[in-house]
């Protein structure tokens, strides 16, 4: 199916491996001009060239820090007028509250709700002009069912779920969208980590571990950031015009509710 994408512009955060290059590497399949960052320039100008090589669009690698207004004004620089923005910061660190002070709370608030937050604020405006916008915000499956270990990311996520069910109706008569996207357990940097911490709090293997996670998803096994990817390349598509303001779980069946 033809996205209709082709020729536009897309930021996306977090794009040099994981989620964000699946996301990336999806919208640029489609025929879409990218702009990728993150804070590693090495493996960001190594995606960049991998997807202009496969999918011969133009992809420009901003390496920067998007949580700082420093790093914000290079990556506008770089695309002013974004037709999409994929929103995708990595989350904060498991933990327990007791341990988390006023800076630990400030800085997951900032990564995982404020930054997202600016740069809509910076980019849809342009968008509602030119009739046409695709937002997406890569969230956490921890949105719909909280994990006991990520408070930061259970709570920062949360307030940027809040602030785009109001915004997201405020903008869709322009045809501009605003849809989050959940990720369950997909294979990442971040979910090995993860997993391999939460084994040595057990005393299991790193083996045992997947095989302990893998146990509460019926899917049978992790997603891969490709289906991922193509996930959100239709929800920044022409024909997904009439769908905002959702939270979208990609989970394998994990969660267990009706709603």
Known sequence: MDLGIRGKSAIVCGASKGLGKGCAAA????????????????????????????????????????????????LLAACPNP????NNAGGPPPGDFREWDREIWLKAINANMLTPIELIKATVDGMIARKFGRIVNITS????????????????????????AGIAR????????????????????????????????TGRSFDEQVK??????PAGRFGTPE????????????????????????????????F
Do not use: W
């Open 141 to 164: 499956g921890a949105v719909k069912a909280p994990i006991a270990d990520l408070g930061l990311s259970n709570g920062a996520r949360s307030g940027l779920t809040g602030f785009v």
């Open 212 to 217: 302990v996670l893998l146990g509460g998803i």
């Open 27 to 74: 919208l640029a399949r489609d025929g879409a001009n990218l702009v990728i960052n993150s804070r590693g320039r090495e493996a960001l100008e190594a995606t960049a060239e991998e997807i202009r090589r496969d999918c011969g669009v133009m992809v420009a690698a901003i390496a920067c820090d998007v949580t700082t207004p420093e790093g914000r004004v290079q």
């Open 170 to 201: 405020q903008v869709a008569q322009h045809n501009v969208t605003i849809n989050n996207l959940l990720p369950g357990r997909f294979m990442t940097d971040r979910l090995r980590g993860n997993t391999e911490t939460n084994a040595k709090k």
């Open 83 to 86: 037709d999409i923005l994929v």
């Open 227 to 258: 289906e991922f990817g193509e996930f959100c390349a239709f929800l920044c598509s022409a024909q997904a015009g009439f769908y905002t303001a959702q939270n979208v779980l990609l989970d394998g069946g994990q969660y267990p509710g009706t």
